[in-house]
């Protein structure tokens, strides 16, 4: 497992300014902007070859660049339909053994959706299913941290407090901690310093600073409404406070990774970065 010495800035995906639209050019790109992390998107599916993920990881060592990777959308371990389950199991290991091969160092699901089931209950599903997925992981000699998100609609589960109950004492288990959504998830009430501060003070005390000094952090732009987010939005466009972000992640010095979502990728990529290193 690769250590991290600081907070690396990047972009979810390739630079939307890569010529090239490939992985490894996505690195190379970030790198020439200045950031030095890039999240790899597996949205519809996990569709890199070996060959491919091997050559990004060589452009990423060779440049510094920190990858991660997401998994696709489509995952639902709390599906009543067992396949469904199964299939989302499967792309969670998917991702991670080909992220891994490229030389991520966290992968990012989306757990699912309530349904029927109680908060209690959907945890409680999603820690065994991340239980057997790390250990899979272990036995396969993958190394890489699996992280639940921090999700933003309200019919999803991953509220900070279920994210931390879903991890908690699982090795090589860690949430995914997206700001935004907890914007949104709380209908604008995580929008301060204060309440950001409050999200750190939580995730030590539950998880330890081992937590602080690997994390993998989410920001966006973004609209919420009644149930949640509805879409994410440049910085600009929206009221989310990203700057006490900055802020309270440089007051704990926070290790790990912050991933920009916004549509512009590279643009608050660089701004978040610009804010973040100007905090004395």
């Given at each position: 497992m690769r250590?991290?010495?600081?907070?690396?800035i990047?972009?979810?995906?390739?630079?939307i300014?890569?010529?090239?639209?490939?992985?490894p050019?996505g690195?190379r790109?970030?790198a020439?902007l200045g950031?030095d992390a890039?999240e790899?998107e597996f949205?519809?599916?996990v569709?890199?070859s070996?060959?491919?993920?091997?050559k990004?990881?060589?452009v990423a060592l060779?440049?510094?660049?920190?990858l991660?990777?997401?998994?696709?959308?489509?995952?639902?371990?709390l599906?009543?339909?067992?396949?469904?389950?199964?299939?989302?199991?499967?792309?969670i290991?998917d991702s991670a053994?080909?992220?891994?091969l490229?030389g991520?160092w966290?992968?990012?699901f989306?757990?699912?959706?309530?349904g029927?089931l109680?908060?209690?209950e959907a945890v409680?599903?999603?820690?065994?299913?991340?239980?057997?997925?790390?250990?899979t992981?272990?036995?396969?000699?993958v190394s890489?941290?699996?992280?639940?998100?921090?999700m933003?609609?309200?019919a999803?589960?991953?509220?900070l407090?279920?994210?931390?109950d879903?991890?908690d004492?699982?090795?090589?288990a860690?949430p995914?901690i997206d700001?935004?959504h907890l914007?949104?998830?709380t209908?604008g009430?995580?929008n301060?310093y204060?309440?950001f501060r409050?999200?750190?003070?939580?995730?030590e005390?539950?998880?330890g600073r081992?937590?602080?000094?690997?994390?993998h952090i989410?920001?966006?732009?973004?609209e919420?409404?009644?149930?949640g987010?509805r879409r994410h939005?440049?910085?600009?466009e929206?009221?989310?406070?990203?700057?006490?972000?900055a802020k309270?992640?440089?007051?704990?010095n926070?290790?790990?990774?912050?991933?920009?979502?916004?549509?512009?990728?590279?643009g608050?990529?660089?701004?978040?970065?610009e804010?973040?290193?100007?905090?004395?």
């Amino acid at each position: 497992m690769r250590k991290v010495s600081k907070l690396h800035i990047g972009t979810a995906g390739i630079p939307i300014s890569t010529p090239k639209k490939s992985t490894p050019e996505g690195v190379r790109r970030v790198a020439e902007l200045g950031l030095d992390a890039m999240e790899i998107e597996f949205v519809r599916g996990v569709r890199m070859s070996e060959q491919l993920a091997l050559k990004t990881r060589e452009v990423a060592l060779e440049l510094g660049v920190l990858l991660t990777v997401h998994a696709p959308y489509y995952i639902n371990l709390l599906s009543p339909d067992e396949s469904k389950v199964k299939a989302s199991v499967k792309r969670i290991l998917d991702s991670a053994r080909i992220g891994y091969l490229a030389g991520a160092w966290s992968v990012v699901f989306h757990p699912g959706y309530y349904g029927k089931l109680s908060s209690n209950e959907a945890v409680r599903r999603v820690r065994e299913h991340v239980k057997n997925i790390v250990k899979t992981l272990i036995d396969q000699g993958v190394s890489i941290w699996v992280r639940p998100e921090i999700m933003g609609g309200l019919a999803e589960v991953g509220s900070l407090d279920e994210v931390l109950d879903i991890v908690d004492g699982i090795d090589m288990a860690l949430p995914c901690i997206d700001f935004a959504h907890l914007y949104a998830r709380t209908l604008g009430e995580y929008n301060s310093y204060d309440k950001f501060r409050e999200v750190l003070v939580k995730v030590e005390r539950r998880l330890g600073r081992y937590a602080l000094d690997n994390a993998h952090i989410h920001v966006s732009g973004m609209e919420y409404g009644p149930k949640g987010e509805r879409r994410h939005l440049n910085f600009n466009e929206s009221q989310f406070n990203w700057r006490d972000v900055a802020k309270v992640l440089k007051e704990f010095n926070v290790k790990g990774v912050v991933i920009s979502e916004s549509p512009n990728l590279e643009g608050d990529a660089l701004a978040f970065k610009e804010v973040y290193e100007s905090i004395r």
